[in-house]
């Protein structure tokens, strides 16, 4: 069963799908989400997010500003800015 993540910046979505891995930079450090994982509420810190798909295939965006939330293998991250880079 596969994550559902959604990225989102203040004024559009910038992507959104099924993934396997999920990997954000908080104010705490790096995480990765996985199916099954706890839920979380963290805040998000600059730097990248990293989205594996199940196919293998990645997405990269800079993201800064805002925070994530994990729960029920539903993957929330919400940025001030957002933009994907790959």
Do not use: C, Y
Request: overall charge negative; proline content about 2%.
């Amino acid at each position: 069963m596969p994550l559902h993540v959604s990225l989102v910046s203040a004024d559009a979505e910038v992507w959104s799908g099924e993934a396997s891995l999920v990997v954000a930079k908080t104010v705490e450090g790096e995480i990765g989400f996985m199916t099954g994982h706890e839920p979380v509420l963290a805040i998000l810190a600059e730097g990248q997010v990293r989205i594996t798909k199940d196919d293998g295939s990645k997405v990269v965006a800079n993201a800064q500003d805002g925070f994530l939330s994990i729960e029920s293998d539903v993957v929330t991250i919400v940025a001030g800015n957002a933009a994907l880079v790959a």
